[in-house]
């Protein structure tokens, strides 16, 4: 079969991005062949070195957005958030710098390299840090489409939080509306005429993740946020990892009316697509309300919802209640939707 | 002008990813557009952060080579030895980690990529270092030639060593033959027939540094491995960032004849290519013998020579002395060499 990354003959197939169980296969079979270090197996989205008595947070992201420039943002400041906020998801506030590695196609503006980089630079202030070592590569026209950056980054931190601590009687809560980000891009790529109210969210998190800590102290047991493969992808995650069962009230879920209609007209289903400002926070329920009120008092927190209970039922399930006592099991699927970050 | 980063018109050309005058303008017209931060300003290879009475040590690079696998090594070997020999001429020789960033092609062959990842994990190896955590992104057929790698590394130091460092008197000394990376790229793409002798030197080399900086001490003065643009490129680089001249002695220079069979039949001057397992040092000369001594011992050292001296002279210039008590001054060029690592 072709898509068996272990034939011999298999070819890379757009699922294989797109954060589903494909790209679960990929990494397992290729990027983790051999590997025994515990920490690359762990698969998060940062990794944890321990540093004397805290801990050093290591993370990288590519992106290769199409259109680079969206409603509400663009590949540069998607580029820092996404990298700060694998290292915020991880417990890791202080970002002590990040490095930016950019590939351009032969013939882009560099008027357009320019406005990415003011956009960088921004996000890197929001997120107090900044870029300090970077690397540059052309190549042919036709060789690569446009723009891709790569970047990294370091912190330090004296307390970790894993995507794998979630445990039942837990709630999930989402920090805000969900789906904004792919849909906006989608809208953009597909000309759809929603700009005006449907924006991505890209924006870095680990101011809102340093207000989360500082209420739920050890009451967070866990976070993710919920980029490819969006909400149903990271639930998921985070329910295997834990071996628990995720309940998703359906009526709880924090949807903009823009992004609904988006949805709709490009019949795509808005927990699968990716968020770039957003984070479900696995915590006990005694915090719950606390956190949540943390959560709306920053801008980043105010549509912030309890969207999930955890239960002990079947390890690894994700249920969507849809109400009057109907759910339905909730599966990751490999919707390749390329470059969407 | 479209060559002129300033002209709001300007579109990237070949020439600024060469390594050369044309790829500073673009980083300092756009990268370091309104950025005061000293690191980033000192565009080393590698950043270095203070953290407690230590350094964080950080870097990144993207690899686009073409063809991906090449007498001698492949992308995977290339991009792990690029950051850990970044970190190393930092003075870093312990690497904490890597992250490993992968933009494949839909269609790439999945064998290919556990190729390289079977590469990366042996240079790892031979580095003391492991990947602890990555990212991949699939682009459609079309949308990016292959494989493009971007790997990041993070250590700790207690020195630091910088490419700015280099006194009048001091000796300039490469670790081995020169030009080998580059020309058997060009040579393998161009199927040159020389892939027998011609070889790529793509190895990591913080073992080596390690052996250097203990038999140098204090006497070491500054590093600097000579990748994109050369030998040429790097002592250009160093002779400007401290402000002295150097002069190279041409009959000292360090070249296998394959090597120079194949600079002659392609018409490149060796010195311009990349190299990607060699570093310059500069030395005190008092400790010149002895560090080629500790370099004949390693067996990444031994066609270690010294090559060039340093001088008060004019600020920035690098003469190549012929013999004969003739000197030509050399010049950065901005050789478009594309995708040669």
Redesign the interface.
């Known amino acids: 079969m072709k898509g068996d ?1 272990h ?8 699922a ?3 954060g589903g169980p494909a ?1 679960r296969a ?2 397992e ?3 983790l ?3 025994t ?1 515990p ?2 197996r762990a698969l ?4 944890v ?1 321990p ?1 004397g008595d805290r801990f ?1 947070v ?7 957005v199409m259109p680079p420039f969206f409603p509400g943002g663009d590949i540069g400041r998607l580029s820092v958030s996404g990298v700060v906020n694998d290292l915020a998801m991880a417990g890791c506030c202080d970002v ?2 990040l ?13 357009s ?2 406005r990415i ?2 956009s960088m ?1 921004i996000a890197c202030a929001e997120a107090n840090t ?11 026209k ?4 446009g723009v ?1 950056l ?1 970047t ?1 980054g ?1 912190g ?1 931190t004296d307390r970790v939080v894993r995507d794998s601590g979630l445990l039942p009687g837990d709630i999930v809560i989402a920090t805000g509306t969900l789906g904004d980000h792919g849909l906006a891009v989608l809208s953009a790529r597909h000309a759809l005429g929603l700009e005006g109210e449907l924006r991505s969210d890209v924006a870095p998190l680990n101011g809102l993740v340093r207000a989360v800590l500082a209420s739920a102290g050890s009451k967070l047991h866990a976070m993710k946020d919920p980029t490819r493969g969006g909400v149903t992808s990271a639930l998921t995650e985070m329910a295997q990892k834990a071996s628990i069962s995720i309940v998703i009230d359906e009526a709880a879920l924090p949807l903009s009316a823009a992004a609904r209609a988006a949805a709709e007209l490009l019949g795509i289903d808005p927990l699968s697509v990716a968020n770039e400002g957003k984070a479900l926070l696995g915590v006990e329920a005694s915090a719950a309300p606390e956190v949540l009120r943390a959560l709306h008092a920053h801008p980043l927190g105010v549509h912030a919802a309890c969207i999930a209970r955890v239960t002990e039922g079947e390890p690894g399930a994700v249920w969507l209640d849809t109400g009057f006592g109907t759910r339905r099991l909730i599966e990751r699927d490999d919707l390749p939707l ?2 969407i970050c």
Request: glycine share 8%; aromatic share 2%.
């Open positions: 990354p034939d011999a003959s298999a070819r890379v197939r757009l294989h991005g797109a790209m990929l990494i079979s290729v990027f062949d051999g590997v270090d920490e690359a998060g989205d940062a990794a070195l540093l050093l290591l993370s990288t992201d590519a992106h290769v002590l710098g490095t930016s590695s950019v590939i351009v196609e032969e013939g882009f503006p560099i008027e390299l320019r980089h003011r630079q900044r870029i300090v070592s970077g690397d540059t590569k052309v190549m042919q036709g060789e690569v489409d891709v790569s990294s370091v330090i390329p470059r």
